[in-house]
């Protein structure tokens, strides 16, 4: 049997399926639930990837990757294809290409720097190349990016939906860490990003955590609340009934004792309850903590910057209809994708602000970025149809970081979610610069669960999910007094020594973003950068 | 009769006293606007945000006699200080205290012109959204801030190249510059312009703010300070301007923006 | 099959208070209904004429109704306040009554983020199904009435009302027969046995509209068929329905009343349905109840009785026009609030037991009605409806004979004094009600036949038979 791969790198995650080339079957499916890379969103991992070289970043990469692959469980030799996809900074360090261009944003920093956009247009070369296991001569394909930031995964998530489709007025977000989002207006298509950040993943949220068992998924509304926590299979299951304004238990459900985190979607949940309730007032939570089940909890501070993330993306929609000179009563048709656009509960994230409010169809479509790449397998010929649309896309990209209307309406988000501006003002606001209301969201939208998973198909060898897929990186620190004092303050246990050597694993490790183990040295002596990766590993 | 134990609160509210408690920008308007019918009128422009009046206003006191420098300060930021009032109680927002300060800005830019050697003012602070960061929000809002409390902002805008900021110290002589970072790529961008200051001499103050930079980061290398938000930097800057040094601020910083 | 309430969740009727429910609830703006605290719940008619116009009748309910409340409660310093808009029948025209209820809201809102104060909206839906058409979907070609009950039911959950209500009918064909020949048998088919599955029909519907758009499910009463009995029984010398019979009839409409929690109902119940302390005795759940403060609107005989446990205080309804001391609305709120009041102070005091006795001895004997309501015996009639939870049929007669049967020895005591005609109709309801077949199936086919002419309007089509 021949055999193509089909990889998607996501900033948390590699999945990959094996195709069977006769018929275009899945095959088998792998996956980690972690980027190797140390960090915890796109900004980490360029930021290690400026200070710690490019070069390392792509081999510990491609180490993964290529565990990735063992793990689909069919014979490498018979690979003959290979398709990839995924954001630009994601499949740029998998290229082993430069991405000190997206490291940096800003003509400034670019002309200072010397730094030259790199071409990001689709490719057919040698999987070799870039480090793969696959035989010589096995091709790879990169499907093309947009615009610069703008990658291919904003392109899939276009070609997978009906987004492109006919006439009419669409939209279609990817509810990642950079929100890119597109409209399209009788087939004139506007495109931005406004880099919601983590919090929707759950990140930047103080008992946040990815989905995995004990996480509450989401807040299911009994006249009070219900907890819906994942058990080991990952279906959501009831938990407790909470009384949130009093924070009281009602009913202990089955999951009573299980919940030890919260997800994104879960954090939407408690946003969207916090609204409903009125328990959100000038950036505060009334009720002082939001008591969940088993400990968990929300504070204010996780309100606010989820309020953050949401009021960027209602800000992007909205800068984008403006643009395009529509009414939010036009825009009654909204995709989702991403694994957040899917598993979120898409009536709440309408409620919150992160679907137009007006909208009255809303599909959630899953992992488009994988699906791209594993039609790219099935017909390598799509590449150049995919370079057509990306070029003719490009014409009508909004900068939002440069765009008035966009900081315009962003302040509005601020004051709304932070200080607790009425929406009466919000608007009158928006009225006095020209802008159009922000109108309450009406009815029930239908929602169409076009997936069950983000991965809907994972083959007749199934799915094998891994987490070993780390590289350590370590080293000897002089003056170093084996106080642990670095080790305690790791926030996720990432670090440790071995003998006198220090020891971080890097899928745990949080990076930049973080740097704690160095900054709480008492000797000074902690040096992230002295780290070098183990050369058992590479 | 037991009376100790009993919460009033939850048989009845006193809504009349606490309203007495709670501003509205007339009843605010109505304690501190000035009384001069000129310099009212000018206040009332900025307090009411009133974009397009306060030229042919201001133009309308200039020619009428009103000394401009008392129409700045007496008239368009006495009217910012009703507003940053009116905010500190919740009853503007941030977008209205933008809008007001545009309002005053476009006032100061026309009365300004008619003094003899420039206006002085608190001191002169260059502000910006570092090299490689497009996010100048928060720098915005900060600089808005500090145009309020009276001082004069340099604001270079976003992306800007740490050696212009180095060249722009020089011939500005500012007392303090202020770095915002919103990503972790471009945070260090901060401790490059301290360095070069440092090397070249110049002792200020570098404020690191915006949401990547954290306390520990700012205060990481000689001149840092930090300033987590907005509404912090005007009383660090006035503790700036009262002489103390980045040492002393890092040493007192808690006690400056309690509160805030 | 609904829930069913077997199990008391007051171990003793001492237990129970004002102020306090087994299961307290939030909702709103800052409402908190059964968790120490007593809420006055305001309820209006708009004036005669106002209703010819979407314009004038929002304008009404809005800009005049509640706003007068609003402001009367801040003059007044009430921290609590619902306000409850029951719906004249024009309302049940969506473009009608989506303006009032979306209205009402923001004004909640705009009160709510100024004042502080915490506010929530109930709507009560009008249930103008009639047996003679049909009371299920589909079944009434005429007018389709239950079309438009559902109609109403989606009007009120999608324009943001807080708690959604209503006084439903089924079994109405009966009880209307019943209560005008005072034939308790006739009660007991129409509204503790028909009624209880009309209720299972509509409010699990009601539910699941209200759960999708995150609306509080409130409760049902039997007000078109025990508060009927109560009015025509109410007169010093009406002799037309006796007493007796009226409260009989109470008790076994607490056994269909309680189908609403049973279906997801979590109150607070509808304050008319008086039968509402039985329900908060079985199920816990807060109740909202009126009595002294509603005069405006009936006049019954316990008055004072009815604050012994209600967690909300209700003037039950008063027509919108002026009075000396403001609209009527306003008077009204007036004593409703400082009632209200008193119970907190006698909360914060440590006193509500005694405030409860007060309430409850000052009409334990003023009548029968009275007598079975008082929360000791209310307790009790609850507690046969529990242990006979799983049978609507069976529960409905164990709760009228209890309650017959409470009568009988209060009189016995001489604790309650009755009039001839009164106990000649009790001993006459005990009788009867003991000689009524002892399953569900033989009730049916009794009743079916005795009332085959007598009740021409019922269809058993309406309830799924
Ligand atoms: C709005 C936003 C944008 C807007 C920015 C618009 C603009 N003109 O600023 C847009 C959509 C354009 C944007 C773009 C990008 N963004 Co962005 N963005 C955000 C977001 C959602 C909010 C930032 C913000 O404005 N906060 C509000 C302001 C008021 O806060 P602030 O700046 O921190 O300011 C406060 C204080 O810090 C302080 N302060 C600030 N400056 C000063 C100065 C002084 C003197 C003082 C005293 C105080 C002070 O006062 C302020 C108020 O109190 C954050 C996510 C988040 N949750 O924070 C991501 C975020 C900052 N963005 C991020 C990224 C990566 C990007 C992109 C690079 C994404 C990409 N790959 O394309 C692009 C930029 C590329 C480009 N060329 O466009 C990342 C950074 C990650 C990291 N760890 O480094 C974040 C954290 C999101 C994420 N993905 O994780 N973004
Ligand atoms: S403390 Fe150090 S090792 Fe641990 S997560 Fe943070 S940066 Fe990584
Ligand atoms: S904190 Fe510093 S001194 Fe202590 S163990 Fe870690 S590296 Fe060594």
Not at chain 3, 236 to 246: A, I
Not at chain 3, 264 to 282: L, S
Request: hydrophobic share 40%; proline share 4%; net charge negative.
């Amino acid at each position: 049997m021949e055999y193509g791969i089909s990889i998607d790198i996501g900033t948390s995650g590699i999945s990959s399926h094996a195709v069977d080339l006769s018929d275009g079957r899945i095959i088998s499916t792998a996956m980690t639930s972690r980027n190797p890379l140390p960090g915890a969103n796109v900004m980490d991992h360029l930021t290690f990837c400026i200070r710690y070289g490019e070069d390392l970043a792509h081999r510990i990469m491609m180490s993964a990757v290529n565990r990735v692959l063992e793990n689909l469980r069919v014979d490498l030799k018979d690979v003959r294809r290979v398709a990839i996809c995924g954001n630009p900074i994601q499949l740029s360090i998998f290229q082993g290409m430069g991405v000190d261009d997206l490291a940096f944003a800003g003509e400034t920093a670019h002309r200072v720097r010397g730094i030259k956009i790199r071409n990001r247009d689709s490719a057919e070369i040698p999987a070799t190349d870039v480090g793969l296991n696959v035989p010589d001569g096995t091709p790879l394909f990169v499907p093309p990016a947009i615009k610069h930031e703008i990658g291919a995964d904003a392109l899939a998530m276009m070609y997978k939906s009906n987004f492109l489709e006919g006439k009419g007025i669409r939209m279609v977000t990817d509810y990642g860490t950079n929100a890119e989002m597109a409209l399209n207006i009788d087939g004139e298509i506007y495109t931005g990003s406004a880099a919601a950040g983590p919090a929707m993943e759950g990140q930047s949220v103080e008992r946040g955590m990815l989905a995995s068992p004990g996480a509450i998924s989401d807040l299911e509304y009994e006249f009070q609340w219900r907890c819906m926590v994942l058990d080991d299979e990952m279906i959501p299951r009831p938990g407790d009934k909470i009384d949130l304004a009093t924070g009281s238990l009602i009913e202990e459900g089955d999951m009573h004792g299980k919940a030890v985190g919260i997800t994104g979607t879960g954090v939407v949940a408690a946003v969207a309850a916090a609204i409903h309730g009125n328990m959100w007032k000038k950036g505060r939570l009334t009720i002082g903590d939001m008591r969940l089940q088993d400990g968990v909890k929300i504070t204010s501070n996780d309100i606010s910057e989820t309020c953050k993330a949401i009021g960027a993306i209602r800000a992007g929609h909205f800068t984008l209809i403006e643009h395009a000179g529509i009414g939010f009563d036009d825009m009654k048709e909204m995709i989702m994708s991403g694994a957040s656009g899917t598993y979120v509960d898409a009536a709440k994230a309408r409620e919150v602000g992160m679907v137009p409010p007006l909208s009255r169809n809303i599909y959630q479509i899953g992992n488009t970025s994988l699906a791209m790449a594993t039609d790219i397998i099935r017909r390598p010929e799509l590449l150049d149809e995919l370079q057509g649309i990306a070029d003719s896309i490009r014409s009508n990209h909004v900068m939002f970081a440069t765009d008035k209307v966009f900081e315009e309406i962003y302040i509005q988000e601020l004051a709304y979610w932070e200080e607790g501006m009425t929406l009466e003002t919000y608007n009158r606001n928006l009225s006095t610069a020209g802008i159009q209301a922000l109108p309450r969201p009406k009815g029930m939208p239908n929602v169409h669960r076009i997936v069950v998973r983000d991965i809907p198909v994972f083959g007749d060898l199934g799915m094998h999910m891994f987490e070993d897929i780390g590289t350590e990186l370590t080293a000897e620190f002089e003056g170093c007094t084996l106080c642990h004092t670095c080790v305690d303050e790791c926030p996720e246990d990432a670090l440790q020594f071995r003998g006198r050597t220090a020891v971080v694993r890097t899928k745990d490790c949080l990076g930049t973003a973080c740097g704690r183990c160095q900054l709480k040295c008492p000797e000074k002596v902690f040096k992230y950068e002295e780290l070098r990766v183990s050369d058992t590993d590479l | 009769m037991s009376k100790t134990k009993i919460d009033y609160g939850a048989i009845l509210r006193r809504y009349d006293a606490e309203l007495e408690n709670v501003s509205t920008p007339e009843a605010i308007a109505a304690k501190m606007l000035p009384s001069d019918p000129h310099l009212k009128e000018v206040a009332s422009t900025v307090l009411y945000m009133k974009i397009r009046e306060v030229g042919p206003v201001v133009m309308k006191a200039l020619k009428e006699g009103v000394e401009p420098l008392i129409l700045i300060n007496k008239g368009l930021v006495a009217g910012m200080e009703i507003v940053s009032n009116l905010y500190a109680q919740h009853v503007y927002y941030l977008p209205e205290i933008m809008m007001a300060a545009k309002t005053m800005e476009i006032g100061i830019s026309i009365a300004e012109k008619q003094i003899p050697g420039g206006r002085t003012t608190k001191g002169k602070v260059i502000m910006h959204a570092v090299e490689g960061d497009p996010h100048d929000i928060g720098k915005n809002i900060a600089a808005v801030m500090m145009r309020s409390s009276g001082f004069t902002v340099l604001d270079l805008g976003k992306d800007v190249a740490v050696d212009t900021v180095i060249a722009t110290v020089k011939e500005e002589k500012p007392f303090m510059v202020s770095g915002t970072a919103l990503m972790t790529t471009t945070m260090t961008a901060c401790a490059a312009i301290a360095e070069k200051l440092k090397a070249a001499g110049i002792n200020i103050p570098v404020m690191a703010a915006g949401g990547a930079v954290h306390r520990d980061f700012a205060e990481s290398f000689d001149l840092g300070i930090y300033s987590e938000k907005a509404p912090q930097t005007p009383p660090i800057a006035d503790k700036i301007l009262a002489g103390y040094d980045w040492k002393k601020i890092r040493e007192n910083w808690d006690d400056i923006v309690e509160g805030i | 099959m609904a829930k069913r309430f077997t199990k008391m969740a007051y171990s003793s009727p001492e237990e129970m208070v004002f102020g306090h429910s087994k299961a307290p609830i939030s909702y709103g703006f800052g409402m908190k209904v059964g968790a120490g605290r007593v809420i006055p719940e305001l309820n209006y008619a708009p004036r005669p004429g106002t209703e010819k116009s979407v314009d004038r009748l929002r304008k009404e309910y809005v800009d005049y109704i509640s706003k007068d409340a609003l402001d009367r409660a801040l003059t007044l310093g009430f921290p609590d306040l619902q306000l409850e808009t029951e719906w004249v029948s024009q309302m049940a025209a969506p473009e009608m009554s989506a303006p009032i209820v979306s209205g009402q809201r923001d004004l909640v809102e705009k009160y709510h983020d100024k004042y502080g104060i915490n506010l929530a909206v109930r709507h009560t839906i009008p249930d103008q199904r009639e047996a003679g058409q049909g009371l299920r979907l589909g079944l009434d070609k005429e007018s389709a009435y239950p079309e438009r009950f559902m109609t109403c039911v989606d009007t009120v959950c999608e324009n943001g009302a807080d708690v959604l209500s209503v006084e439903s009918v089924g079994g109405k064909e009966f009880a209307d027969y019943a209560v005008t020949h005072g034939d308790i048998t006739a009660f007991l088919f129409g509204v503790g046995y028909l009624g209880s599955m009309d209720m299972e029909y509509i409010w699990k519907q009601m539910v699941s509209v209200a759960k999708k758009h995150k609306v509080i499910p409130g409760g049902d009463t039997n007000c078109s068929g025990a508060n009927v009995a109560m009015f025509m029984a109410g007169g010093m010398m009406d002799n037309d329905v006796q007493k007796t019979f009226s409260a009989v009839a109470r008790c076994i409409s607490a056994a269909r009343t309680l189908v609403a929690p049973e279906c997801g109902a979590t109150g607070p119940d509808k304050d008319c349905g008086y039968e509402g302390v039985i329900v908060k005795a079985i199920t816990g759940l807060p109740a909202a109840q009126e009595g002294k403060n509603c005069q405006c609107a009936h006049a019954d005989l316990q008055g004072n009785l009815m604050a012994q446990v209600t967690d909300m205080w209700s003037n039950e309804s008063v027509e919108y026009h002026p009075e000396f001391g403001g609209s009527s609305i306003q008077c009204w709120l007036g004593t409703l609030g400082y009632e209200v009041s008193l119970m907190n102070t006698a909360i914060q005091m440590g006193q509500e037991r005694t405030l409860r006795d007060l309430y409850m001895n000052s009409d334990r004997t003023r009548g029968p009605e009275g007598y079975v309501l008082a929360y000791d015996n209310a307790w009790k009639i609850g507690k046969v409806i529990a242990e006979y939870g799983d049978d609507y049929y069976l529960r409905a007669k164990a709760a009228g004979l209890t309650g017959a049967n409470i009568i009988m020895e209060g009189y016995d005591k001489k604790e309650l004094i009755l009039t001839s005609k009164q106990l000649l109709v009790l001993k006459k309801m005990i009788k009867e009600l003991e000689a009524l077949p002892d399953n569900e199936d033989s009730f049916y086919e009794y009743c079916a036949k005795k009332y085959k002419d007598e009740v021409p309007d019922f269809n058993p089509k309406n309830y799924g038979l």
